[in-house]
């Protein structure tokens, strides 16, 4: 079983940056993929990072490309979003969540991830 718990959430203004962290214990999959998510209410749960590979591999939402960077650091078993050039709409609740890798799949479907923590709130003002 694994455990995810999301921090470094908080309310900015448009154009101020944020990184979030998520720590990751227990017993994650040798081989997994890691992604950011975020839900706006009254909205689906949509894809803004994923990472896999070690660290090697990247990909993000069209919205937020240039804008937010996906990494980890494997010592401290943590994934960062650093999100920067924040915008109104950035505002959501934003999860972190594991799968297992191997073969091809689509990284930023929600639906690929079997393990999720609890979230932590962004709210962008204008």
């Known amino acids: 079983q694994v455990q995810l718990v999301e921090s470094g959430g908080g309310s900015v203004q448009a154009g101020g940056s944020l990184r979030l962290s998520c720590v990751v214990s227990?017993?994650?999959?040798?081989?997994?993929?890691m992604g950011w998510f975020r839900q706006a209410p009254g909205k689906e749960r949509e894809g803004v990072a994923a990472i896999w590979g070690g660290g090697g591999y990247t990909i993000y939402a069209d919205s937020v490309k240039g804008r937010f960077t996906i990494s980890q650091d494997n010592g401290k078993n943590t994934v960062y979003l650093q999100m920067n050039d924040l915008k109104p709409e950035d505002t959501a609740m934003y999860y972190c969540?594991?799968?297992?890798?191997?073969?091809?799949?689509?990284?930023?479907?929600?639906?690929?991830?079997?393990?999720w923590g609890q979230g932590t709130q962004v709210t962008v003002s204008s």
């Open positions: 227990g017993d994650p999959y040798s081989a997994n993929c």
């Open positions: 969540a594991q799968a297992p890798d191997g073969g091809r799949w689509e990284r930023l479907a929600a639906h690929e991830y079997t393990d």
